[in-house]
């Protein structure tokens, strides 16, 4: 298993145009994405894919945090925070607004949901519910533990793989 994880850009459209190619380019076998990685993975139409704690109104967060801010994970590029401004969190919340836009049948199909029951961070597990059908949820919080992703993700991932192969 090769796992690609890159540095996303600030900017919320240079960021999903860096995910459409990479996805374009690697054709993985599935796209994970956590909080605000679940935002623009759940943009990707064409790849199946989990949301895990999907956060589809970062700028409602942003808002609160104006100012210097720190990455949560280290980043290969070695920066270890971002500013965000207002004209920013604008960015934000114009692409939550056109997120679901290109919503297909098939998208529906090959897209799940994990949510962490004692999530107090990020719930948009009704908005999924509207929009899509697959999911399931953890015992965890919304921040992913090594436990979480042996326990939860990987069973999820074999799960997906199995059910694909049997329906070719």
Known sequence: MRVIAPDLPIDPDEALTMLQRLVTRECPDIVIGTSMGGMFAQQLYDCRKILVNPAFHVSRTMRRQIGECPFLNPRKDGATSYTTMPELCDRYEAMEHRQFDGMTDEAVTRTWAMFGDRDT???????????????????????????????VVVPLIRQIELDEHLTE
Do not use: K, M, S
């Open 121 to 151: 961070t990020v719930n948009c597990r009704e908005e999924y519910l509207q929009r899509y059908r697959n999911f399931a949820t953890f015992d965890g919080e919304h921040r992913l533990r090594l436990e979480d992703i042996r326990d």
